[in-house]
Every structure is written in C-alpha cells, then in structure tokens.
C-alpha cells in the first residue's frame, strides 16, 4: 500500500509506475474522502496526513519475479511522493490492507443518504485531471464527490452524495453526472469502465454517440431481435 500525501500524487504514480513496467495483478485507490469516512464510520485505522492511498497487489511463478514487481512499485510510488510504501508478508496483513478497500463503498454515506455511483473510465495518463475537475464539478454544486476503484485500469467509482429525500438535491446531483460524462468523454474516457450502460446510464448515451451511431445500435438491435424480447429497454434504445 502506498500513501500519499495528495490524490494527485497518486494518480501520477499509477501511470508511471505502470509505465515503468510493473504489471500488478490490482491497483485500487482511494482518496481523502474515503480515508475519512473510513475512519469515522468504521473506525478503521489509517494515516492521519493520508490524502490517498493506493492498494496493489503482485503475483509471479517464483519469489524474485514478486520481488521485482514491488521494487518497482516501491520506487514509482515514492518518486511521485508516497509518504510510505507498506507491504504485506502474509494473508492476515494483506487482508488488513484490503479491508479498508472493500468498506469504502458502505463507508462513504457519511457524507450524504444517496449516492449517485457512475463507473467512469478514463486513460491513465489522464486521471490527474480528471479527478482534479471531478471535485471541481462536485465543489460547484456543493457536493462531497468521494472517489475509489481500480486506477490500474484508469476505472473510478465517481460518488455524487445528496441527500435522497431532497428532490432539489437529487436533481442536481444527475446534472454533476451529465457533467462529469461530458468532461470523462471529452478526455477520451467512457460512460463505464465495467458495469455497463442498462438503464441508469441511458439518458446520457447521447454525450458519447452521435445521432447517426445511435441509429446504427437500434438497427443492428432490430436485424437481431425484431420482437424485442432479449433485454428490451436497456441502453435507450426504444422498445
């Protein structure tokens, strides 16, 4: 694990450590936010000065290779800033380390009953950026915007908090979605990184496709399934 003092450090270690030929099985991160309410809400211990943390993992056929993969790690990380590189010699440490990552989700409601949750995906090199102006978008409606997931992949679960009882909140909670996808397409990025488009994500579909793809996804959709019976309403294609 590797902490650092500012999410912007630890973005720049991702890609250059990647960079730089270390091939980690999982890179996670998580950002002040997530320390925070990691801490409060499950009393989880962590650094006090943390403003992110990166959680990898590396595997090889023979002890040296593993060796290699974190020497790597190592120097990237504290060459873009870690404060401390921590490393786990057996199943109780490492599961000590991934526990945090695996509570940052139910952690994080300390900052709002409702969290508008999209699975962006942008290039590593851009991941600096755009979560600089993902808070930047979140500060401008006046909502706390905690961020974790799997950075290896440049995959960042972008959290809008609101309060869910709050029709105004959550009104404007889905405009800071359409902008976030609107900034993560312009970087080259994706709607999602993993979970797909279904029904939550089709209002935006417009953002990343242009009228003329749209029509080619229906076309294709109706050549296959004239009837509409396989999965009908998903992606905002018509029923």
């Known amino acids: 694990m590797g902490i650092f003092p500012s999410v912007d450090d ?14 980690p099985v999982a890179m996670e991160f998580m950002d002040d ?10 009393g989880i211990e962590l650094p006090e000065d943390a403003g992110a943390l990166l959680i990898g993992d590396v595997d090889g056929n023979v002890s040296q ?33 991934w526990y945090a990552r695996r509570n940052a989700s139910p952690s994080i409601t300390i900052f709002g009953s409702k969290k508008l949750n999209e699975d962006i995906s942008v290039p590593r090199s851009m991941l600096p950026e755009a979560l600089k ?51 993560v397409v312009d970087m080259g990025g994706t709607l999602s990184g993993e979970h797909g488009i279904g029904t939550s994500k089709a209002p935006f579909m417009h953002i990343a496709f242009n009228d003329a793809e749209l029509d080619l996804f229906k076309s294709i959709k109706h050549a296959f399934d004239p009837n509409n019976i396989l999965n009908p309403g998903k992606m905002g294609l018509p029923n």
């Not at 973005?11 to 450590?17: G, H, I, T």
């Not at 936010?33 to 499950?42: D, F, P, S, Y």
């Not at 950075?151 to 405009?175: F, P, R, T, Y």
């Open 133 to 183: 102006r993902i808070y930047e978008i979140g500060n401008k409606y006046g909502f706390k915007v905690p961020c974790f997931g799997h950075a290896g992949d440049g995959n960042i679960h972008v959290n809008v908090m609101v309060d869910g009882s709050d029709e105004k909140q959550l009104e404007m909670g889905h405009k800071a979605i359409e902008e976030i996808f609107e900034l």
């Open 33 to 42: 936010l997530v320390v925070q309410a990691l801490k409060e809400k499950l």
């Open 65 to 97: 290779e593993v060796d290699f993969q974190l020497e790597i790690l190592e120097k990237s990380f504290k060459e873009n800033g870690a404060q401390d590189f921590i490393i786990a010699h057996n199943a109780e440490e490492r599961d000590t380390l």
């Open 10 to 23: 630890a973005m720049n270690a991702v890609f250059k450590s990647l960079a730089a030929g270390a091939n």
